[in-house]
């Protein structure tokens, strides 16, 4: 009955080489998150999708790009791994944005994918 | 950017002990989530808040929303070994914007 699906949940891949993480979903929500977690620090959003809407953070690098063909599926593309790149990426959902409807902007968070750039 | 003060930083306790670990914020949430990280895995939602002064129990622990709606507070009871973890508070300040993580609160329980 699993939510949030990350797969790989460990990806090991050369500096340089571009590389792909997916998540998907079983929830139907709307919105889907990539968010980036080095140790001992608090996740950090990337970027989020609000149905096919993409909304990149500020301060996201170029680097990281993401694509979201249906509802149930996101990835996140890195396309020149740098060792600085090496973290915990997880994915998140919710059913809404905006706090409209109490609890829908509610984040659920997959299971990660534990990156190693080598 | 808007950054949450979360205290403790970290918890060495015994089992059985009760825990109290808070956030605070310079500015007015709407919400306050509390999630726990084990390691290698994502963070699991443990409890949501949506109103000022709302009081929520999940089993052994409990949350509240501050009246001032600048803080928040989660307590474990009686903790137990398998609540060790890395305890995160996460809000959203008006009706737009990310959701705004605190830097984690790690807890050790010695048997």
């Known amino acids: 009955d699993a939510m949030v699906i990350q797969n790989p949940r460990y990806q090991v891949t050369q500096f340089g080489k571009p590389v792909t993480l997916s998540c998907s979903q079983t929830?139907?929500?709307?919105?889907m998150y990539w968010y980036q977690q080095k140790s001992s620090q608090a996740p950090k959003l990337l970027f989020h999708?609000?149905?096919?809407?993409?909304?990149n953070e500020a301060d996201t690098p170029d680097n990281f790009q993401s694509r979201r063909p249906n509802t149930s599926f996101c990835f996140l593309d890195i396309r020149s791994p740098g060792l600085g790149d090496a973290a915990m990426y997880l994915c998140?959902?919710?059913?809404?944005?905006?706090?409209?409807?109490?609890?829908?902007?509610?984040?659920?968070f997959g299971p990660g994918t534990r990156l190693l750039v080598l | 950017g808007q950054q949450l003060n979360q205290s403790p930083q970290s918890m060495f306790i015994q089992e059985g002990e009760d825990v109290s670990m808070n956030c605070t914020s310079s500015?007015?949430?709407?919400?306050w989530l509390w999630y726990k990280q084990d390691p290698g895995e994502g963070p699991v939602l443990l409890i949501a808040?949506?109103?000022?002064?709302e009081l929520t129990s999940n089993g052994r622990l409990t949350a509240q929303f501050g009246i001032t709606r600048k803080d928040s507070f989660l307590n474990i009871s009686a903790s137990i070994p398998s609540d060790v973890g890395i305890y995160f508070c996460?809000?959203?300040?008006?009706?737009?914007?990310?959701?705004?993580f605190g830097k984690g609160t790690k807890l050790s329980v010695k048997p």
């Open positions: 500015s007015i949430f709407n919400t």
């Open positions: 996460a809000g959203r300040e008006g009706s737009q914007g990310n959701l705004i």
């Open positions: 808040l949506y109103k000022a002064g």
């Open positions: 929830l139907n929500h709307n919105v």
């Open positions: 999708y609000y149905d096919k809407d993409f909304n």
């Open positions: 998140a959902t919710s059913r809404a944005w905006a706090p409209g409807l109490a609890g829908g902007e509610t984040q659920y």
